[in-house]
């Protein structure tokens, strides 16, 4: 056999084709790293420790990767999305970019409807993928883009799939099969507290659910901004929102109210302090995670709480408080 027939031999071999399909976008979602503290966190007592989700790791680069690909899945294996059909959603910029991602790799055009006020980064990498963006009223948020997205899903359904991220069931079952499994396997099933904050609620009622299903005593605890006018970009103040329809109120056993200046000082904290160069959303999960340490250290309780990073800061760094000293 000449040395060219033994190449094409070995590039047709079951075991290349395996090891190049693992290589694939889609493989690349999910396994993420767990995060530990060292300074943040060093007047905590050793039995009390914080660990977080980097997210970012995901190939598009927020935990968004993890619902945006398991709706496009059902929708494929459903008929509801194939040649000729454009997906579309309402989104504050990350779900957007997993389904722009997802979209270049599997074939399907994108739409999206987002604020305008959306981090200009954001925009950025969108348009770099191609899709179709229709910028709703800033002061409207992202309830505002949900509105816009709805009348046209209602006009035009059979040219659309809707995806519908906060009502779509694929969004919280992502993190049931993968999220809360990883945190599980990763503090070798000693986990504690699980912290998330209210989105689209899919990270907190699926991860929550997987979790309470390995140990019931799991504390489930949710965290939104303080007040419907904030600065936490990809969280919903749920009194005031449209609330998502795969969202359980009574689901987690407490809530906490994050203030955006605290998010602010933790974003820098992180960075300055940890080395980690987190969002908006991850540094408030923070705020929220080192409050329930805190809780524990003060009442001799052991605990391993662990939140979720939704991406790193790169896609926010036009923000201004990255400018302010400590």
Known sequence: MSALRHIRSELNGPGLAQELSARTIEAQIGHTPLLAFKNITAHLPEDVMIFAKAEWANPGGSVKDRAAYEIVLQ?????????????????????????????????????LFMPANASPERIAILKAYGVEIELTDPLEGSDGAIRAVRELAEREPEKYFYANQYNNPANWQAHYKTTGVEIWEQTGHRITHFVAGLGTTGTLMGTGRRLRDYNPNIEIISAQPDSAFNGIEGWKHIETAIKPGIYDEAFADRNLAISTEATYEMARRLAREEGYLVGISAAAAMVAALQVANELAEAHKPGVVVTLFPDNAYKYLSESFWQEQA
């Open 75 to 111: 929708a494929e294996q459903d008929g509801k999305l194939g040649p000729g059909v454009t997906l579309m959603d309402s989104t504050s910029g990350n779900t957007g970019i997993a389904y722009a991602m997802l979209g270049a790799a599997r074939g399907f055009k994108v739409k």
